[in-house]
C-alpha cells in the first residue's frame, strides 16, 4: 500500500451523521484521488485534486465533500445527503495528474457502515 | 463513450497452468492502460502499463500483458498460475479530458481469479 495511509480500517455511523475518512501521503505526489468501490461495480471516482487548494468533481460526487489544504492530506467527508454510504472508500495519489504515463498508488481502503 | 470492459467476472485456473484475464477497451485517441490487483479487504496494487513501444509488456509478480490495437485488447496473462495469485483484478484506461492533458482513470467492473491447487 505504499506511502498511502488511510484511517479508519473500519467506521461505523448512524444514518443521518456526516463522516471524515482521513488520507494522507508521504510520496510527494501532487495529484491525489477519492473512489468509491462497490461489489460488482468496479471503482467509481468521487473527487481529484492535482495542487493544494483545487480540487473537482469525479463521477459520483453528490453527497460527498473533500478539500486539500496540505499536499499530503485529502479528507472526505461523506455528508448525510449521500444516499447509499455504506461502501469501501480508497484514496489514491500519482506523481501529477497531466501526462499520461503516471500510475495511481492506492492506500488500504476504508469500509463505511452506515446502518 | 470511452469506457473498459472486463467481459469475466470470475476465471478459475489450476496451479501450474496459464492465466489469462480479459480486457477490452473503447477511447479516443490512444490508449493508456494498467492493470491493478487487489486483495481482500486491502487497496489496490500497481501490476503494469501500456504507454507505447512493444505490445507485450511486462510487469510485478511475473505477469505481462499483451496490448492488441486491432481487437482494442489489453489482456493479461502469466505463465505458469500460483495460488497466491487468487485476487481480484482491475483493468483502468486513462481518458483525458476535452482539449487538456489532465486525466482520469476509468476501471473495468473487476475479475476474479481463483487457483486452485
Known amino acids: 500500500d505504499g506511502g498511502i495511509t488511510q484511517s479508519p480500517k473500519y467506521l461505523f455511523r448512524k444514518e443521518g451523521q456526516n463522516v471524515t475518512l482521513s488520507c494522507e501521503q508521504n510520496?510527494?505526489?501532487?495529484?491525489m484521488y477519492w473512489y468509491r468501490q462497490d461489489p460488482g461495480q468496479g471503482l467509481r471516482l468521487i473527487y481529484y485534486s492535482q495542487i493544494v487548494n483545487d480540487f473537482q468533481k469525479g463521477d459520483i460526487a453528490e453527497g460527498y465533500s473533500v478539500s486539500r489544504e496540505k499536499k499530503e492530506s485529502f479528507p472526505l467527508t461523506v455528508t448525510s445527503a449521500q444516499k447509499n454510504p455504506t461502501a469501501f472508500y480508497l484514496c489514491a495519489s500519482s506523481i501529477d495528474l497531466a501526462g499520461p504515463v503516471y500510475e495511481q498508488y492506492f492506500g488500504p481502503g476504508t469500509r463505511l457502515t452506515v446502518t | 463513450a470511452q469506457s473498459v470492459a472486463q467481459p469475466e467476472d470470475q476465471v478459475n485456473v489450476a496451479e501450474g497452468n496459464p492465466l489469462t484475464v480479459k480486457c477490452t477497451y473503447s477511447v479516443s485517441g490512444n490508449p493508456y492502460l494498467f492493470w491493478y490487483v487487489q486483495y481482500p479487504n486491502r487497496g489496490l496494487q500497481f501490476l503494469l502499463k501500456?504507454?507505447?513501444?512493444?505490445?507485450l509488456v511486462k510487469g510485478s509478480y511475473g505477469f505481462e500483458a499483451e496490448f492488441n490495437k486491432s481487437q482494442t485488447s489489453f489482456h493479461l496473462k502469466k505463465p505458469s498460475a500460483l495460488v497466491s495469485d487468487s485476487a481480484l483484478y482491475f483493468c483502468a484506461v486513462r481518458v483525458f479530458h476535452g482539449s487538456s492533458n489532465t486525466g482520469k482513470l476509468i476501471f473495468g467492473q473487476g475479475t476474479t481469479l481463483q487457483v486452485k491447487p
Open positions: 501500456y504507454i507505447t513501444g512493444d505490445n
Open positions: 510520496l510527494n505526489h501532487d495529484a
